[in-house]
């Protein structure tokens, strides 16, 4: 157990709905970063928050945005969803953003759009 | 980013040593280098980090070329619940970068 917790562990939705995955950082870790991993792209970085601001944006759609609140949890928001964006999306907290800070991962959220 | 090229698989047997290498040539001099490992159906998982130094913890040991520009994880004794698939990623410090990784198979 990593003490990072995702919610849902399964998500099945339409195309064009919207859906909110929310993650718990471990203890202490200030630094939340989104993944997402499928099976023709592998793992793929989508953002990263350090205490509640943005710190560093990788290949994220416009329609997906995510924000981390004052208690350092953060929300990955996914709109106007595509059979595409199924998909495992993992959250992972490390202490700080230097590069000598691990990361710990969550068990994922597995998104299904039908 | 730093490229990194690794083994697309190797095999091991059970309580078997298992060295899997990484090449990472254009590595930044502050870049850490950092193992993570996903076994099936699971997130990744952190297994180990360095950068000059070789280091050691309960699950591997990292040894780094004096020039920094490879690595080898060691698994001192492979177990059938180390199959999986072992990143090597040079870090910046914000974004996690997976390319292909190495599929460990470890045979009874």
């Known amino acids: 157990d990593s003490g990072v917790t995702q919610t849902p562990k399964h998500l099945i939705t339409a195309t064009g709905q919207r859906v909110t995955l929310r993650c718990s950082p471990r203890?202490?870790?200030?630094?939340v970063y989104w993944y997402q991993q499928s099976l023709d792209q592998g793992l793929q970085f989508l953002i990263q928050?350090?205490?509640?601001?943005?710190?560093a944006k990788g290949n994220i759609l416009e329609r997906f945005s995510a924000q981390q609140f004052p208690d350092l949890h953060s929300e990955l928001n996914l709109s106007s969803l595509e059979l595409g964006d199924s998909a495992l999306y993992f959250c992972?907290?490390?202490?700080?953003?230097?590069?000598?800070?691990?990361?710990?991962f969550g068990p994922g959220t597995r998104l299904t759009v039908t | 980013d730093a490229k990194t090229t690794q083994p697309n698989s190797m095999e091991s047997n059970e309580e078997e040593p298992v060295h899997l290498p990484c090449n990472h040539s254009?590595?930044?001099?502050?870049?850490?280098i950092h193992w993570y490992r996903q076994l099936p159906s699971q997130g990744p998982e952190y297994v180990i980090h360095?950068?000059?130094s070789n280091v050691n913890n309960r699950m591997a040991s990292l040894a780094i070329a004096e020039d920094r520009k490879s690595s080898t994880l060691i698994l001192h004794r492979a177990t059938l619940r180390d199959a999986a698939v072992y990143y090597c990623?040079?870090?910046?410090?914000?974004?996690?970068?997976f390319g292909g990784g190495t599929r460990l198979m470890v045979k009874p």
């Open positions: 990623i040079p870090y910046a410090g914000n974004m996690l970068t």
């Open positions: 992972a907290s490390s202490v700080g953003t230097y590069s000598s800070y691990e990361q710990y």
């Open positions: 360095g950068l000059t």
């Open positions: 928050y350090y205490n509640g601001e943005e710190r």
């Open positions: 203890s202490g870790d200030l630094s």
């Open positions: 254009t590595i930044s001099g502050t870049d850490y």
